[in-house]
Nanobody
Framework: QVQLVESGGGLVQPGGSLRLSCAAS????????MDWYRQAPGKQRELVAA???????NYADSMKGRFTISRDNAKNTVYLQMNSLKPEDTAVYYC?????????WGQGTQVTVSS
């Protein structure tokens, strides 16, 4: 069992930056592949970025060059650094863990990009 708690969301102006954090507890964090998803109002949840247990990363095309996913296994935490934010990045951002066919979700954190 894994519990995930996101933090770091908020209101930011276009062009600004935010760093989201996802703290994990309850299991061996380092073995899990971790992802960030987001869901905007009226839209389906979409993958933002992923990082495997081995540290390999992958990004949705629209986030490449702007977002960076990383993990600190010693702190049981995965991060999402978001730069050059756009109004279309406004969404609830969710942390997701998966391994051995089991998946876990956090409660989400709201990111609003607006002037």
């Amino acid at each position: 069992q894994v519990q995930l708690v996101e933090s770091g969301g908020g209101l930011v102006q276009p062009g600004g930056s935010l760093r989201l954090s996802c703290a994990a507890s309850g299991s061996i964090f380092s073995i899990y592949d971790m992802d960030w998803y987001r869901q905007a109002p009226g839209k389906q949840r979409e993958l933002v970025a992923a990082i495997t247990s081995g540290g390999f990363t992958n990004y949705a095309d629209s986030m490449k060059g702007r977002f960076t996913i990383s993990r600190d296994n010693a702190k049981n935490t995965v991060y999402l650094q978001m730069n050059s934010l756009k109004p279309e990045d406004t969404a609830v951002y969710y942390c997701h863990a998966q391994k051995y066919g089991k998946t876990y979700w956090g409660q989400g954190t709201q990111v609003t990009v607006s002037s």
